[in-house]
């Protein structure tokens, strides 16, 4: 479904038009490092970008896993220094040093991790960056604002043998672990429809009204930007209105919860290898079909903490999703619950309930992967094929027609304009 007032095409093609042209000029850093730990390390950790979620991460990531928050970097001046009291009140420490910069962070040879919560715009740049200075990365989603920036993180990690973790935690939930096992099991019979709750995707270019610039010590408004596209500052987008923003967010919003659901599906489809490839956009939904002839519905939501509408999939908590089979379903959500037909396969009947939003067992993941240096659970290529499904369901509602991908390139069949979309002018910045 398209917006009402203009064409999603033309806005775009509007703002491709006020777009510095140019690929990324981000500063190189001459330093590679190799560091790694040993199973009885301490993990000294760096945080750029504190935030809401990043404090919550925090809450898991420092208490259980011998791990330590040594520095915080955060363009925001407030933000640095509420965040580090909240680090020191959990670590009963005074000693995380506070960076305006995050490449002064990531100089520091005592840092063996980074956790990056920044807005969506930086997520990959920042997962370079930190690869390239030889730290290992738990990124939170969505991991790459385009198809390219995904592509290019990926090829990052290979290069410097990093370890990356993308925080799409729900794989590491039991409800959703239980709920994956019954679709690879074979106790669902053939799986053929796979359901993805999203937000509706929304387009939106308007710039809020432009105010002073303030002390880059306050808040660096071009650090802030980064690589996205330059607009006039305003500080509501530095407090969150960012969102639904095309210059700021990712895939029309699109991945704000498909980044963790359509992910599910991946491995449900036991496809974490390949994607959809063909991606059919409609009036409140988009379908997505597998070479194997499995498909997946990524159903939109009208209000996605209360939507009653009768199509929606499940009444289980925030990012449902729902597997079926010819011989029953099974669907789950962030409530913890698990509901199946029949409900004699219900594996978690009757046992404690988890949050889907709880990372103790994903940063746990993260951590053990560090210290022996193999795979995590939402390794680089497991975000690399689910973030690219989702760009390229984006797409396809964006352009209002059906879309059709090449899984090992990454680039669509016959449509140089969606092509042209896979990335976006990066800013030419210098801080």
């Known amino acids: 479904m398209k917006p009402a007032s203009s064409s999603p095409l033309t806005t775009r093609r509007q703002f491709l038009a006020t777009t510095a042209a140019g690929a990324a000029l981000i500063p190189a850093l001459s330093r590679v490092a190799s560091s790694q730990v040993s199973a009885n390390d301490r993990i000294q950790l760096g945080v750029i970008g504190i935030g809401p979620r990043c404090r919550s991460d925090l809450k898991s990531l420092l208490p259980n896993n011998n791990a330590r928050c040594v520095a915080i970097a955060d363009v925001q001046e407030l933000r640095r220094i509420s965040g580090k009291a909240f680090v ?14 995050f490449r002064e962070l990531l100089d520091r040879k005592d840092i063996d991790a980074v956790l990056i919560a920044t807005g969506d715009r930086w997520h990959a740049d920042a997962t370079i960056l930190a690869a390239e200075a030889g730290k290992d990365v738990y990124s939170e989603k969505p991991c790459g604002i385009t198809i390219d920036a995904c592509q290019r993180l990926a090829g990052a990690i290979h290069r410097t043998g990093r370890v990356f973790q993308a925080g799409t935690q729900r794989r590491s939930v039991p409800n959703f672990q239980a709920a994956v096992q019954l679709a690879q099991s074979g106790q669902l019979g053939k799986l053929h429809t796979l359901h993805a709750s999203v ?6 270019n308007t710039w809020l009204p432009a105010e002073p610039i303030p002390d880059p010590e ?37 991945l704000d919860w498909a980044a963790h659901t359509l992910d599910l ?8 290898d390949t994607m959809p490839i063909e991606y059919v956009p409609g009036e409140d939904k988009i379908t997505c079909h597998y070479a194997n002839g499995v498909k997946v519905i990524l159903d939109f939501l009208k209000d996605p903490f209360g939507d009653r509408s009768p199509h929606y ?57 560090m210290r022996s240096r193999g795979k995590t659970r939402c390794n680089e290529n497991v975000m690399l ?47």
């Open 199 to 204: 937000y509706r995707p929304v387009l939106n």
């Open 313 to 369: 999939i499940t009444r289980l908590g925030t990012c449902p999703v729902r597997f079926v089979g010819d011989k029953g379903w099974v669907e789950t959500g962030d409530s913890g619950e698990v509901v199946t037909e029949p409900d004699s396969l219900n594996p978690l009947k009757n046992q404690e309930r988890a949050g889907g939003l709880e990372v103790a067992a994903h940063s746990k993941d993260f951590f053990d992967a």
């Open 218 to 254: 306050k808040c660096d408004w071009n650090l802030w930007l980064g690589p996205a596209a330059w607009r006039p500052y305003n500080q509501k987008y530095v407090q969150g209105r960012w969102r639904g923003q095309w210059d700021f967010d990712s895939g029309a919003s699109l």
């Open 265 to 272: 599906c991946q491995w449900a489809n036991n496809a974490d």
């Open 385 to 431: 094929h689910s973030h690219v499904a989702c760009h390229a369901a984006a797409l396809s509602w964006i352009l209002g027609r059906t879309l059709r991908i090449d899984p090992k390139t990454q680039t669509f069949l016959d449509d140089p304009e969606a092509n042209l979309l896979r990335a976006r002018p990066s800013r030419v910045w210098q801080g």
């Open 88 to 101: 020191d009140d959990i670590q009963k420490t005074t000693d995380c040093k506070l960076y305006r910069d």
